[in-house]
């Protein structure tokens, strides 16, 4: 039996009432279609209806909006369930774009669009990265030129999580000056929309299910009013506000994933037999578990931590930029020290730790590398 984990506030019966409807739901309506989902490489926009329909998708955003104004502790509830259950990132990314309406939209900009963010009605991503700009924001090159009361944007982005399903966009793009200050965040409602292109769906070695897609804007003409905030040049700092909650949102997952993996694992080894005997009687397997035990016990323990500075408005960035880069680094580890005892098995992608392993690695590079998240750090130190 595991070590008992410290139970902290935000741990109460309500919210793991929540949890048991969240799981529920997820294995009834989410995980019988999951492999055809990886199959076509995209979850259907329309599926996320039924989850926001319950209430699962937004419980944070303030209910004059749609939602239920619960605290961020249910929202990571809500990806700490898609994760066991092997969901891609959709919803996390939905979360974040969301938030950036929630926490920096005109009045007029919440009601039009949050309400249905919430509900499900749309989808929405973030179109950030370029062909030639990753981690560097600062070097954005996608145009945004103020044509009256339009802006025109041309440019190109890669990597947009919910490029092809998504309907709502929002789009860096620079309005101003070379560097962080000419930076500006611009809200896109794709469909139909005259210039907006969605290119290749981009074919990865894991998170089948979650589309992945190229974008290119070409003469795109949008309302001024679709400025996130109504001013030009604050982006940058926008981006950078939401800096701590977007790390929780891969730090969780990273600790689900593990959980799920030891478990997998545990089932696994009881039942194969080598030698004469169970594979989980090997000296060593029982090592390499205890290990994975640890690891997971200690992730699960930071983050929960985490959680509750969240909840309390007291997570600081550092503490937010060591449990991304941290819990990740130990979720690949454990993936790869986990598939080594399935063996042949384990190079198998109907077994779980095969899907786990492969869906595990991109967690060290998106929503800020590894190495980005040290260098931020260090500065501190």
Known sequence: MLPQLHRHPWMDDSIEAFRGQVQRYVANEFSPHLDGWRRQGF???????????????????????????ASPAYQLVVQDELARAEMPVNISVHSIATHYIADYGTEEQKKRWLPRLTSGEMLAGIAMTEPGCGSDLKAIKTRARRDGDRYIIDGAKTFITNGRTGNLLIVVARTGEEGSRGISLIVLETENLQGFHVGRLLEKIGQHASDTAELSFESVNVPVGNLLGGEEGRGFAQLMGQLPYERLLIAVPAAA???????????????????????????????????????????????NDCIQRLVDGKLDDEAAYMAKWWCTEQQCKVMDACLQLFGGYGY???YPIARLYADARVQKIYGGATEVMKDLIARKL
């Open 257 to 303: 994933a593990i959980e799920r993996a030891l478990a997998v694992t545990l089932e696994y080894t009881k039942e194969r037999k080598a030698f004469g005997k169970t594979l989980y009687d090997l000296q060593n397997t029982r090592f390499v578990l205890a290990e994975v035990a640890t690891i997971a016990h200690v992730v699960r323990t930071f983050v």
């Open 43 to 69: 979850i259907p926009r329309e599926v996320w209806r039924g989850f926001g329909a319950m209430g699962f998708l937004l419980p944070e955003i303030d209910e004059n909006y749609g939602g239920a104004g």
């Open 348 to 350: 198998i992608t109907e």
